[in-house]
């Protein structure tokens, strides 16, 4: 059974730093994609990052290009998606989620749609205060 759980949110000051972590279980990620969502409250879901197994390629939202880093750990089965300059509009529950890289994929490259995802994790929050 193929399971995601989350862990590494909190809260810290504008500026600041956390990393999230992804562990996850039941498949192997060089033939998947994980991604990371985050939902504020009152809005939409919004794709930030993913990883690709294949090729380990990343991809990421223009919102967090050049502050937020997403890797693996082959190790521990683990992505993480380390997080600099935090800013307010960062506040929010963030979700780890994955498919087949044949499904999250678009000439390669992972994309950060929701409907691609079928596997979600419970969620982490994070919180970033002026």
């Known amino acids: 059974q193929l399971q995601l759980v989350e862990s590494g949110g909190g809260s810290v000051q504008a500026g600041g730093s956390l990393r999230l972590s992804c562990t996850f279980s039941g498949f192997t990620l060089d033939y998947y994609t994980i991604g990371w969502f985050r939902q504020a409250p009152g809005k939409e879901r919004e794709g930030i990052s993913c990883f690709t197994g294949i090729g380990d390629r990343t991809n990421y939202a223009d919102s967090v290009k050049g502050r937020f880093t997403i890797s693996r750990d082959n190790v521990q089965n683990t992505v993480y998606l380390q997080m600099n300059n935090l800013q307010t509009e960062d506040t929010g529950v963030y979700y780890c989620?994955?498919?087949?890289?044949?499904?999250?994929?678009?000439?390669?490259?992972?994309?950060?749609?929701?409907?691609?995802?079928?596997?979600w994790g419970q969620g982490t929050q994070v919180t970033v205060s002026a």
């Open positions: 989620a994955a498919d087949r890289w044949s499904e999250t994929t678009d000439r390669g490259i992972c994309v950060t749609v929701a409907r691609s995802y079928r596997n």
